[in-house]
């Protein structure tokens, strides 16, 4: 992945949003993202502002703070653990399956324990991990 991959995959969101979520760009989107290269690229920068995104500062290399290594991907992992796949359409559709039947207090629930688990590391002075 690079940095012009990385700002085709923000617009294809912001169109997402768009679509599925009327009125919600127009209300604000906050969006959450960590210090990685790919992210930090220039072109991936003026991606996000013209996406009209909001972002959340994230501390640097804190994978405790990030839902999609805390929430997200630990919980699909535990559903495809032990499947295979014929090839990458049948694994997309999987994931894709996954996601799509998850209600908003899925998606809420993991958000919620994104902000314990920022608190607790303020009050732990970044010692934070979790265990």
């Not at 617009?11 to 960590?34: C, H, T």
């Not at 999609?68 to 559709?93: G, I």
Request: proline share 3%; net charge neutral.
């Amino acid at each position: 992945m690079n940095g012009q991959y990385y700002a085709n995959l923000l617009a294809q969101a912001r169109e997402a949003v768009i679509q599925k979520r009327r009125g919600k760009l127009s209300r604000g989107v906050l969006f959450l993202q960590d210090n990685a290269s790919v992210h930090t690229a220039r072109v991936s920068r003026q991606a996000l502002k013209d996406t009209g995104f909001w972002e959340i500062d994230h501390p640097p290399y804190s994978p405790d703070l990030a839902p999609s290594d805390y929430f997200l991907f630990s919980n699909l992992k535990k559903e495809l653990r032990d499947r295979r796949f014929v090839d990458d359409n049948q694994m997309n559709m999987a994931v894709e399956s996954h996601f799509d039947c998850k209600e908003k207090e899925y998606f809420l629930g993991g958000l919620k324990a994104l902000y314990t688990r920022c608190e607790k590391c303020i009050s732990l002075e970044g010692d934070y991990i979790e265990k």
